[in-house]
């Protein structure tokens, strides 16, 4: 695997869906592997939400929802032991 992209989720954030299309579109474009990891700090049914509305590509999607008081440290942390790639981009 080529790229993993990891982001970092604090809050509800408006456009968070297209976030991640327009992320998986470009990186498409690139012809390169890479996958998209998102941790979330106690957001599971926000991020629940946003995921069902892109089902095409959750095959280049790991989701993280961990609980309320994690650190983005920790986050980070937890995210980058399940990367894959060579280039990792936060």
Partial sequence: MKYSIIVLLEKDAE???KFLETLYEIFSSVSESFEILVAANGLEGFLKNELENIPKFNDKLKAFILDKKTTQAVCL??????????????
């Fill in 77 to 90: 942390k937890a995210a980058l032991k399940e990367s894959c790639g060579e280039i990792i981009i936060v």
């Fill in 15 to 17: 456009g968070f869906s």
